[in-house]
């Protein structure tokens, strides 16, 4: 495999040919390849077996920075997840005035920074995580003293009942 100066992989015939023989076949489609690469043949023995064709190899015209600021921008995970009110699920999540008043003052320091996509995402990853039987750790580092990624269930420290002090994770 080859990647270009923005760091977008190309896949040759032959990284094609060992996706195939190692049963990946399923991932072939999200590929990117070569344009000297025979992709018009290998789609049409797609075609012939009803799987999805490959896509070429387009270059990009955008620099390194203005592309990478695209990819932050854009989370991949599914919709639903995007359009989650992140401070209703936080809030509905907390059993005190305490724990409101701890999850309030954090998530506005996050909204402050423009994270609420990523407390997103966590969600969505911890979901996933639990839905497909993956094992995490109980927490590394700053990110404990987080009560709302606490509730995200992102770790497993409770931060009020340690009395953590939040700001030490977003300094």
């Known amino acids: 495999m080859k990647t270009d100066e923005l760091g977008i992989p190309r896949f040759s015939n032959r990284d094609l040919i060992d996706m195939i023989y190692t049963g990946h076949v399923d991932k072939v489609h999200v590929v990117l390849c070569d344009e000297s690469d025979d992709v018009e043949k290998f789609n049409k023995a797609m075609e012939d077996q009803g799987l999805p064709k490959l896509q070429k190899y387009i ?7 203005t592309f990478d600021g695209v990819c932050q921008g854009e989370w991949f995970m599914p919709d639903i997840y995007k359009e989650l009110n992140i401070e209703e699920y936080v809030i509905n999540k907390c059993d005190t005035d305490a724990e409101v008043q701890r999850a309030y003052a954090e998530l506005q320091e996050f909204h402050k920074r423009g994270m609420y996509p990523l407390l997103q995402y966590m969600v969505y990853l911890v979901d996933f995580m639990r839905e497909n039987s993956i094992v995490w750790g109980v927490g590394r580092g700053s990110s404990v003293a987080s009560y709302v990624l606490y509730l995200i269930g992102v770790h497993k420290i409770n931060s009020i009942q ?3 002090d939040w700001r030490e994770f977003l300094r």
């Open 59 to 65: 270059p990009l015209d955008v620099d390194r920075k």
């Open 162 to 164: 340690y009395e953590l």
